[in-house]
């Protein structure tokens, strides 16, 4: 199923999972996803997340708000099925970007996307600069 979504041009995006340890999870951990690891509100790799080479990156995981039954809110939630949703949602407007900029975001793999996104702040102006040299998009 995962390899006929990459074949039609969908990116997958999965939750690492919440075992603080470095055992890769599923689906994450199969090629063609983009698995998503938990940070904490100050950058840090949240003490629940699942960790790894097989990891791509890392998004907000805790403290989290939420939506509850029936019609409220929740605050304090955490776990990697909350950070996979962000990394989902970037992704959108990034292809969003990039179909406008008549690039065909088929043509574009998981593996070049797990490439050019870098985990490591440091180079993550590197990475974007990379990404609008490669496809021609404004930097403003």
């Not at 939750?15 to 950058?43: E, F, K, M, Q």
């Not at 907000?60 to 099925?81: E, N, R, V």
């Amino acid at each position: 199923v995962i390899d006929h979504a990459n074949d039609l041009g969908a990116l997958v995006v999965a939750a690492a999972g919440n075992d603080a340890n470095n055992c890769p999870g599923y689906p994450a951990a199969y090629r063609h996803v983009l698995a998503v690891a938990a940070t904490t509100s100050s950058d840090r790799l949240a003490s629940f997340s699942s960790f790894g080479y097989w990891v791509d990156l890392a998004a907000p995981g805790t403290s989290i708000h939420g939506t509850w039954q029936p019609s409220t809110y929740t605050s304090f939630q955490q776990g990697t099925s909350f950070s996979s949703p962000i990394v989902a949602g970037v992704a959108a407007m990034a292809f969003k970007a990039l179909s406008e900029k008549k690039i065909n975001i088929r043509a574009i793999t998981t593996s070049e996307i797990k490439f050019s996104v870098l985990i490591d702040a440091a180079y993550t102006e590197l990475a974007v600069r990379t990404l609008h040299t490669l496809y021609g998009l404004d930097q403003t």
